[in-house]
């Protein structure tokens, strides 16, 4: 080797080694390196200076850690140490740091330098041993760093006393997420503790916005951030993406009959991995079950030692760490894993990866594809994806082979090396609530001012304003999680006492009850159980077939004996959120006519027949398909954007429901779709929350049901709700959507719609006040007024009243009623023989008529006596035909027929129905010919 080591071949010597300490770079030539590469060389002078925050992004395997821990330890050894853990390395996963800690000691070991490790399986004893002289390097879990804030709150100054640098080791797995907000609050309370700003190191592979990533790693500060991206793009990759096509079935043991796709990629599995060491990802940990259970029968069913072995979360820790431990030997191993195997822990030399199914995202393939291909050697991939063969009852999202498009999407986006950006848009609710117990039980009490000042006033939740804050405390105090003594000072309450004295207060993620599997002495891992499950039961677990013998719920406590049958157990989850940019990017490859090189025979044909679909049914123009009375769209959007139409038509009286990368929108057609984008588009009141409150359950994250009504909904809405996204694909659905259903691909005729027979005789023009947009979910009206109009116009009669709903009241800012202007007043019931009695024998008119009828509609239906169908106009609709303009509110359609003078501009019912009245007139008198013929019947 050269020496000192040179950044190239044939290059001046490295400018920057000479800087490290000498017994480092002892270190780094007993290594037989031959150079440091791009970032280390980068990283020596900016770390050394140790006042630096310093963002490390470079492909797994190339050497992050030495590019922040060689100039850490050679500052650390020219500094005197007086007592006090000098480094914090913050890991997300335990095995990882179990990994980091055998690497550190290689490096530590001849400098003198303790490395020490702390989670929750590292012994007692060794914990002690820290605690009574803190030095050197700890590496911790976040969960482990929250307990020790909460068990050793008064000690942690005297523990971190002499930190000088914070490193966070695969720093893009905590961006925008739950537990990325809580370890941003604890390295905010870190230097809280120390009283000084301490210099962050973040360490990556896969980062897809710098921007927001130095903004995570120093909050408001971004722009102080150094960013040292790696030039070096390893040995290449060599990819290929098999095809498969059948329909899985399976008998009565559970056995999948040999046709079915998993049996032809376990062969093809089982030919091409033995021999090797190689990694195979799922995105389900049943689904790892259920073929390591093949693979594994399929060594003994041909008397071969078996080398495949499942590793996930729900087994056992000795069963995963014994996995690891095979794969570092020298024996040829395949690991069947979902992400646990995904962050860089050291396995030694991998062959190849595989990934059944299509990527969940472009970041997380990065991860694992850099996985295999070190050493200078190429990365390889085989990636499998399936498909159903077309019959005549095929749909055509099946038809239109999305799992193949995805893959390829996935794979372009990796070629361009763009990975999917943080989400920054949650309030991180449930989080505060745990870092406010934790803060008061560190500090045995907590005064509100201090709280909102360290956790939010410049802290890391700072999008949590005060009057949001004090809203938050007030809830915790209605749930007995805090208490507030005379002088102010805020306590643990009965219940906060009784969650954080629970172990599993130090994570922020959701208790599941879990049923630990036990085979006579030995433990297996853990099962959530999402059906009954009786005694005798076959189920496939670590790899092998058991049949449950007992089972106890008391003590959580699954008996299970080996068995010859078995089917794979379904793991509770949540499954990956596809990305807008992927689905986008699905749509350009549908719409090219480039085939990709690395796809098989096989998958090559399903490219073909997806474009193909894609063709026949026009969706390059119209992106809908009439099914019966139905429509599918294909709005080519990411998971949280088609959510958020979902949950948005359903809103505004449209049933949609997800199926797959498609919405299925019932009884409705095309165009109809098409009138109900436009209304809902320039419906000008409806927001996140709106939305959010119509939704069963907005109980998502831990805490989150301790949260009052209104902090949960503003919750769920920041954090799973998009609205922009939702608003723009509805202005792109209306520019291709049809006008008429005349001109769509396929489906039956749209039904005809319901016209007046004949001249009416007299309107009813109804308005009504809501407790929100919600008419079939938990809003109720609140406010009902009608005007009684002749066939000329002529206003006949008026009648109000106010509603009791029985339920809170919301929206107060918007209509003025309050809760004691409804104490009192009658229920829906009480009024429903009133108000059946007013519209009767009338054509029934509203501005925006399917929100009011809606309603209307939805209340009659609960007294159990709905009114006979009538006939209904909507002068909004009515508006826009006249004008041509667009206008949706009333105020503008009243300007726009100068009438804003007649309107009284409160925000009640019968001042907004005799204003639609007075439009309805309007439109009788000067609208055109064709527009009155609509008003009035044939």
């Known amino acids: 080797m050269s020496w000192p080591p040179s950044d190239s071949e044939g290059s001046q010597p490295s400018s920057q080694f000479f800087r490290l300490h000498e017994k480092v770079r002892r270190w780094v030539h007993r290594r037989g390196w031959q150079a440091l590469n791009d970032v280390q ?22 050497g992050k850690t030495e590019a922040a821990f060689l100039p850490i330890c050679s500052a650390l050894l020219d500094e005197v140490d007086d007592g006090g853990i000098r480094v914090l390395y913050v890991s997300p996963l335990k095995a990882l740091i179990n990994d980091q800690h ?7 070991a001849d400098l003198g330098l303790p490395v020490h490790r702390w989670h929750g399986d590292v012994p007692r004893s060794a914990k002690v041993k820290v605690l009574d002289r803190p030095d050197g390097i700890l590496l911790i879990t976040p ?141 389900r940990r049943g689904d790892v079950e259920l073929y390591a259970d093949r693979l594994r029968r399929r060594s003994e069913e041909r008397a071969v030692p078996n080398e495949f072995f499942p590793h996930h979360g729900s087994l056992a820790k000795e069963v995963r760490e014994h996995v690891e431990e095979l794969l570092r030997s020298n024996r040829p191993v395949t690991v069947l894993c979902t992400s646990t195997l995904e962050m860089g822990i050291d396995i030694g030399t991998v062959t190849s990866v595989a990934q059944i199914g299509a990527p969940p995202s472009v970041a997380g393939l990065r991860q694992r594809l850099g996985r295999s291909g070190r050493r200078g050697q190429p990365a390889v991939l085989r990636l499998y994806v399936t498909a159903e063969e077309i019959t005549a009852d095929i749909t055509p999202q099946d038809e239109l082979r999305a799992e193949l498009f995805q893959a390829v999407a996935t794979m372009s986006l990796l070629a361009d090396h763009w990975y999917e950006p943080p989400d920054t848009s949650s309030l991180h609710l449930s989080t505060l609530v745990q870092q406010v117990l934790s803060v008061i039980a560190q500090h045995q009490g907590a005064r509100p001012v201090e709280l909102f000042r360290s956790l939010c006033a410049g802290g890391p939740f700072a999008r949590v304003d005060q009057a949001t804050f004090v809203a938050l405390l007030r809830d915790l105090g209605r749930a007995e999680l805090v208490q507030q003594e005379p002088d102010g000072l805020l306590l643990l309450g009965r219940v906060g006492e009784r969650i954080v004295n629970h172990h599993s ?135 949280r954007i088609l959510d958020t139409l979902v949950a948005w038509l359903t809103v505004a009286g449209v049933e949609a429901v997800r199926d797959g990368v498609a919405l299925t929108v019932l009884k409705c057609t095309p165009a109809q779709l098409r009138a109900v984008c436009r209304q809902v588009l320039l419906e000008d009141r409806t927001t996140a929350e709106d939305v959010a409150a119509a939704l069963p359950d907005t109980v998502v994250d831990k805490y989150d049901a301790h949260l009052g009504d209104d902090l949960r909904i503003r919750a769920y809405a920041a954090g799973h709700l998009d609205m922009a996204g939702a608003r723009a694909t509805l202005a792109e659905l209306i520019e291709r959507l049809p006008e008429a259903d005349g001109d769509i691909i396929t489906g039956a005729p749209p039904p005809i719609p319901r016209r007046i027979a004949a001249v009416p005789a007299e309107y009813a023009v109804v308005d009504v006040e ?39 009241l919301r929206a107060t800012s918007v209509h003025g009623i309050t809760e004691a202007d409804l104490t009192g007043a009658p229920t829906f019931a009480d009024l429903a023989p009133v108000l059946a009695a007013r519209l009767a024998g009338a054509v029934v008119v509203a501005h925006n ?41 009333l105020r503008d359609c009243l300007a726009a027929a100068n009438l804003l003078d007649t309107h009284d501009t409160a925000h009640r019912a019968l001042p907004d129905a005799k204003a639609t009245a007075n439009l309805l007139r309007h439109y009788l008198i000067h609208a055109p010919a064709e527009v009155r013929a609509t008003i009035t019947g044939p």
């Open 41 to 62: 060389e980068r990283a020596i002078p900016l770390v050394l200076k140790g006042t630096e925050d310093v963002i490390v992004s470079a492909a797994t395997a190339s």
């Open 102 to 108: 055998r690497r550190l000691e290689e490096l530590c």
């Open 143 to 283: 969960e482990s760093l929250e307990a020790m804030f909460v068990l050793r709150g008064m000690e942690v100054g005297r523990l971190l006393r002499a930190l000088r640098w914070i490193v966070i080791d695969e720093m893009h797995s905590f961006l925008g997420t739950e537990r990325g907000a809580q370890l941003q609050s604890l390295l905010h309370r870190v230097e809280l503790a120390t009283r000084r700003r301490v210099p962050r190191v973040g360490l990556s592979a896969t980062l897809g916005d710098m921007a927001s990533a130095r903004d995570y790693l120093r909050p408001g500060r971004r722009a102080e951030v150094h960013l040292l991206t790696s030039e070096h793009q390893g040995a290449g990759a060599k990819a290929i993406i098999r095809g498969y096509i059948g329909q899985a079935t399976s008998t009565e043991d559970g056995d999948a009959d040999e046709r079915t796709s998993v049996e032809q990629i376990s062969e093809h599995l089982f030919a091409k991995l033995r021999g090797g060491n190689n990694l195979v990802f799922f995105d």
């Open 505 to 639: 207060f130090y994570s922020v993620f959701a208790d599941k009850q879990e049923y630990r599997l036990v085979h006579g002495t030995r433990t297996l891992g853990a099962l959530h159980l999402t059906t009954p499950t009786p005694i005798g039961a076959l189920i496939i677990f670590a790899g092998r077939r058991w049949r449950i013998l007992s089972l106890d719920e008391r003590a959580s406590l699954i008996e299970v004996e080996p068995s010859r049958g078995g089917r794979a157990p379904r793991f509770k989850g949540v499954a990956a959120e596809i990305h807008d940019g992927v689905r986008r990017r699905m749509r350009e490859v549908y719409e090219s006519d480039d085939v990709p090189g690395y796809l098989d025979a096989t998958a090559q044909r399903l490219l073909d027949e997806g474009r193909a679909t894609y063709r026949r049914l026009g969706l390059a123009t119209t992106p809908a398909l009439a099914a019966g009375d139905s429509t599918i769209v294909f709005p080519w959007r990411g998971d």
């Open 770 to 808: 809501t407790t929100g947009f919600a008419a079939r979910g938990r809003d109720r009206v609140i406010e009902v007024a009608v005007v009684r109009v002749a066939g000329d116009g002529t206003v006949l009669d008026e009648w109000s009243s106010l509603v009791d709903p029985r339920r809170r």
């Open 849 to 889: 008529a399917p929100f009011d009828m809606g309603f209307l509609d939805a209340e009659f239906s609960r007294t159990g006596h709905p009114p006979a169908a009538v006939a209904t106009l909507c002068t909004m609709k009515l508006d826009n035909r006249v004008h041509r303009t667009g206008h949706r509110r």
